[in-house]
């Protein structure tokens, strides 16, 4: 009578059984860290007197969330970033021509139904989207696990998110969590793993689960979790070179409690500044004015985020008043939007396409917002300041309302255009 | 025994709050703890004594996972951080860098910025100018020893066989 979460942390202690609120030591599978965590993480490591990692096999860094460097600090530490990689014989290393550490980490197969992996950044909980336990951690906890090749974690209770029903045209999984975020808030979910199910959910794609579980830490959540499926297996074949072992959760697990979303009737959602669980429905904030459309980031810019995109704006142009800028998300992502024309789409449109990095997320890197302007976002954060001035306001919403609003210059509803 | 004063900042305190995204590249906690609290009190490096506490509502440290945060706090000279509720990863955080994040309900309305606290890590309590006695729910055993260690690097490199 376990759930997923319950499952892997069991396994991974060597345990029959684990309970919520247990804490216990477990074997990690993978380690990932984006070049703002990674060196942190290694002279923790130092400082625990350890001087390599435990398996250079099952430890990555990424160059993502500023590239290419955008000025000499940012520089410097990509340069240690790659030394640190070759002193410690890593066997994967991503330059900057990779992409957000999020889709490059299954892209390239570390993913997999069953494991435990641990990233230093909070959006980790996105691999949940395979059937795995992902959690983000700080760079103490990233020294320890790969010094040692475990860490201790507190079993999270969890929450069954149940979504039943086919999404309307143009509603899309960004709407299905932002509509979770305004149910359960934005710490309804704190310390407990986030199990998504239901037929809404077993009609998405693996890419529009990764959204939903992207976002799961916004909710507090350690980790946001969907059962491994034909889809799943799908997408890793010949990513993943090696077998693995699904878990799913008993019939009769214990969940501390359910939401049920009725997905057929759900309407595109927007979360207003600034709070990710400030969510109303398109139609509420529709008018809205921006100065700033955002197509990308590891929870939305992804090959069918970029498609629908395309879709809405293909042989329009967008509004004057508004700079579009889209980055997909890697550069698997980024190949596959030019050989479909989806890239030149969007260009003949007006949009500013950037190479694949975190772009305008978190405000480090371009794209960054003035005192007093609007930016829409895919995104998954709207605190005050995160896109630049701390007097500028950001909205999070899908790619399809994103795409229309580009062409309107105000939020708008991807169903009216 | 931490001994200082409050500085009370509410609900939802996160962590481009803490130290803003612009300061993400920083490896050297000094200069990241003369940035702490930027993003709500720009004025907050230049009033904050060694023993402060800051003390937070609900959902404290929500955000990135990145150790910038209180990592910021710590090196600003802040010796513990009392909230009605945390965000999980700034708790692991906190606790794994030996600063106490003590969890304690209704602490945003009974202790204002500028009151004096004494935290006693041992018996589980805040005593608020001299007066009142607060209670926080207790640390697992766990994390005391983490706490106890001075962080989680020195509890490794002590208990590097046992980890
Ligand atoms: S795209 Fe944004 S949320 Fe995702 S890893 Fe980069 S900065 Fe973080």
């Known amino acids: 009578m376990s759930t997923v979460a319950e499952k892997i942390l069991a396994s991974h202690s060597g345990l029959d059984e684990a309970q919520p609120g247990e804490i216990v030591k477990a074997e990690i ?8 965590t990674a060196a942190l993480a290694f002279y923790a490591m130092y400082d625990m007197t350890i001087e390599k990692v435990w398996d250079r096999d099952k430890v990555t860094i990424l160059l993502d969330h500023i590239a290419p460097a955008t000025n000499i600090t940012n520089a410097s530490l990509h340069k240690e970033c790659r030394e640190i990689a070759r002193e410690q014989s890593l066997r994967y ?25 641990v990233g230093a950044d909070s959006h980790t909980c996105t691999h949940g989207a395979f059937g795995a336990f992902a959690t983000g951690i700080g760079s103490t906890d990233m020294g320890a696990a790969i010094g040692t090749g475990k860490l201790w974690f507190k079993v999270p209770e969890t929450i069954r998110v ?40 077993r009609d998405m794609s693996v890419g529009a689960r990764m959204t939903l579980c992207n976002m799961a830490i916004e909710l507090g959540a350690k980790t946001g979790i969907v059962e491994p499926d034909d889809k799943t297996s799908r997408f890793l074949e010949g990513r993943v070179k090696h077998g693995y072992t699904p878990v799913y959760s008993d019939a009769d697990a214990v969940y501390r409690e359910k939401l049920e979303i ?16 400030n969510v109303k429905p398109v139609t509420e904030v529709a008018g809205k004015a921006v100065n700033q459309v955002f197509i990308g980031s590891c929870t939305n810019g992804r090959l069918e985020d970029l498609l629908v995109a395309a879709e809405i704006m293909g042989g329009k142009r967008v509004h004057p008043d508004v700079r579009v800028i889209a980055t997909p998300a890697s550069y698997e992502v980024y190949e596959a939007a030019n050989s479909r024309g989806i890239i030149k789409t969007l260009m003949d449109a007006g949009a500013v396409v950037c190479n694949p990095s975190c772009s305008v997320c978190f405000g480090g890197n371009h794209g960054i917002l003035a005192p007093g302007e609007v930016g829409l976002s895919t995104s998954n954060r709207n605190f005050r300041g995160r896109q630049g001035s701390t007097e500028s306001y950001v909205y999070l919403c899908s790619p399809a309302t994103a795409a229309a609003s580009a062409l309107t210059g105000a939020i708008t509803d991807p169903r009216e255009v | 025994m931490i001994r200082g004063k409050a500085w009370n900042y509410g609900d939802d305190v996160n962590t481009d709050f803490i130290l803003p995204g612009i300061y993400l ?35 404290f440290g929500l955000g990135s996972s990145r150790e910038h945060a209180p990592i910021a706090l710590k090196h600003s000279g802040v010796s513990a951080v009392i909230a009605e509720g945390f ?72 208990n590097k066989a046992g980890w």
């Open chain 1, 29 to 36: 599978d993978f380690a990932f860290m984006p070049a703002l």
């Open chain 1, 93 to 117: 290393f991503y330059d900057i021509n990779s992409g957000v550490c999020h889709q490059v980490i299954p892209e390239n197969g570390h993913v997999y139904p069953g494991m435990l992996m």
């Open chain 1, 162 to 201: 149940n979504a039943e029903g086919r999404l309307a045209p143009r509603v899309m999984s960004k709407d299905v969590i932002l509509k979770t975020a305004k149910e359960l808030g934005a710490d309804g979910a704190t310390y407990c793993s986030l199990e998504f199910t239901g037929s809404t959910i």
């Open chain 1, 262 to 277: 009725d997905g057929a009737a759900l309407d595109p959602q927007v979360a207003c500044p600034h709070a990710v669980d």
């Open chain 2, 25 to 59: 590249e920083l490896t050297d906690p000094e200069e990241m703890g003369r940035h702490a609290m930027e993003g709500i009190d720009p004025g907050f490096v230049g009033k904050v004594q060694p023993g402060d506490v800051v003390v937070g509502g609900r959902n």
């Open chain 2, 87 to 158: 965000a999980r990863i700034f708790y692991r955080n906190a606790t794994n860098l030996g600063l106490p994040a003590l969890e304690c309900p209704n602490v945003s309305k009974e202790i204002k910025t500028g009151d004096t606290v004494e935290v006693d890590l041992v018996e589980g309590t805040i005593i608020v100018n001299g007066t009142k006695t607060l209670s926080f729910v207790p640390v697992p055993e766990f994390m005391m020893r983490i706490l106890a260690a001075g962080g989680l690097r020195e509890h490794i490199k002590k």
